[in-house]
């Protein structure tokens, strides 16, 4: 994907938080779980939230056991991300089922954790920023190659939790100026935006 276009999602992350996401139905809000439904020109994007109420870190985050998947594909998840991943597969499952078109999934930090497992489990195109480490084990989702992560080097978030790894190798992005930055600023979806821009 280009770094714009990349760019251009994760301003669709900055909105959300912000409030001013332009939703095409009521966004689901159910369990800490947040997602909004809005337009990328003739597409429909499923914007992912990320933690954003102290009680993500109790229900997800924090939740550091290992969970199966359900079904056949026998892969184990930190099980915090995959309850996560469960609620949004639910709710785009419920979008497709009835015969609208969703083009991708993009999320950030939690949200970013779940789509790496919601993504290619509905078979559609997943993009994350500042992600999370999700699955153990060498063994990958059949569709993974729909995953694309964008981390920040000085992200630490991104090296979280030590013994899991993400679903894919993710595209991994430089900060020119002086370091180490704030750990909240480097993690903020707004740096991975400008991010973005600077490797045009």
């Known amino acids: 994907m280009p770094m714009n276009t990349a ?4 301003q ?3 909105d959300d938080y912000a409030g001013r996401l332009p939703a095409l139905v009521p966004s689901l809000n159910i369990n800490g779980a947040s997602a909004t439904f809005t337009s990328f020109g003739a597409d429909v994007v499923l914007v ?3 933690t954003d109420e102290l009680s993500d870190w109790k229900l997800y985050n924090l939740t550091l056991d290992r969970a199966q998947a359900p079904g056949d594909s026998g892969l ?3 099980a915090g991300f995959l309850r996560y991943s469960q609620l949004i597969y639910g709710y785009a499952r419920a979008w497709t089922l009835a015969g609208k078109p ?3 999934m993009v999320g950030h930090s939690l949200g970013a954790a779940a789509i790496q497992i919601a993504g290619p489990a509905l078979g559609i195109r997943a993009i994350g920023f500042a992600a999370p480490r999700v699955i ?3 063994a990958s989702p059949k569709l993974a190659c729909l995953v694309e992560l964008y ?3 000085d992200d630490s978030v991104c090296s979280l939790p030590p013994f899991a790894r993400h679903v894919v190798v993710p595209t991994w992005l430089h900060h020119p100026g002086p370091q180490p930055r704030d750990a909240l600023v480097a ?3 707004s740096n991975y935006a400008a991010l973005l821009e600077m490797n045009t």
């Open 151 to 153: 981390c920040a080097l």
């Open 136 to 138: 153990y084990g060498s």
């Open 7 to 10: 760019s251009q999602l994760c």
């Open 187 to 189: 993690h903020h979806p």
């Open 102 to 104: 969703l083009a991708m």
């Open 76 to 78: 184990f998840y930190h």
């Open 48 to 50: 992912v939230r990320g």
């Open 12 to 14: 669709f992350c900055i």
